[in-house]
């Protein structure tokens, strides 16, 4: 299976802020995606799937872009409990099983 | 309460012991998942079963072994060949392989 590439962070920025994470991936047949997040030393946690025609969930909105070969996640007016790590996985291309990326931390502070 | 356990949460085991985490579930998910999480990596895939009495390696199977008796059931264990087996065990489950992943509590494994 091709990997799934995030920035690892940390992104630090104080409550409020508006910030965005990229995730690329390699395999152009990749046909699902989704955003987890993970909170320290507990499991991840599905935060929302990403649609063709992007994905808005209250604070949180998911982007494609097919012909760069990228998911985006943006959180808006950030809390502290935003603080986690965000996971992007992509499914599809001959596999269901999916590929899970390594992680952008998220440090938010007040 | 219907969702996936994993126990124990903690696990400490003398090196060239073999030791078996275990992971329920009762969504009556017929796909399960073992992934292993090292400290700053992502997930990667030990097994999965898609159905009962069926599994398959994934990335990482070496030193690992597996069981699918039950739809609720999926236990690994984690033998003496493992060459670096401390890490973070996550068991997920799906509807199905296609489906949404929802992962349980996890286990975390320290060979002393």
């Known amino acids: 299976r091709k990997e799934v590439e995030q920035d690892p962070g940390p992104f630090n920025v104080p409550e409020g802020a508006t910030v965005a994470f990229n995730c690329t991936y390699s395999n152009s047949a990749s046909q699902s995606f989704f955003w987890y997040r993970q909170d320290c030393r507990k499991e991840p946690k599905l935060l929302m799937s990403?649609?063709?025609s992007g994905n808005e969930d209250g604070r949180f909105t998911a982007q494609l872009n097919r012909a760069s070969q990228y998911i985006s996640l943006l959180i808006r007016d950030s809390k502290l409990s935003d603080s986690a790590t965000y996971l992007c996985?992509?499914?599809?291309?001959?596999?269901?099983?999916?590929?899970f990326g390594r992680g952008t931390s998220l440090i938010v502070h007040p | 309460d219907g969702g996936i356990t994993q126990s124990p949460k903690y696990l400490f085991r003398k090196e060239g012991q073999n030791v078996t985490l275990s992971c329920e579930q009762n969504?009556?998910?017929?796909?399960m998942y073992w992934y292993r999480q090292d400290p700053g990596q992502g997930l990667r895939l030990i097994y999965y079963s898609q159905i009962v009495n069926d599994f398959q390696k994934g990335d990482i199977a070496e030193g690992y072994s597996v069981s699918r008796e039950k739809k609720e059931s999926f236990p690994l264990t984690v033998t003496s060949a493992q060459k670096n087996p401390t890490a973070f065990y996550l068991c997920?489950?799906?509807?199905?392989?296609?489906?949404?992943?929802?992962f349980g509590p996890g286990t975390r494994l320290t060979v002393l």
């Open positions: 990403v649609y063709s």
């Open positions: 996985v992509q499914r599809g291309g001959g596999s269901y099983i999916p590929t």
């Open positions: 997920a489950s799906s509807v199905g392989l296609a489906d949404t992943q929802y």
């Open positions: 969504l009556n998910h017929d796909a």
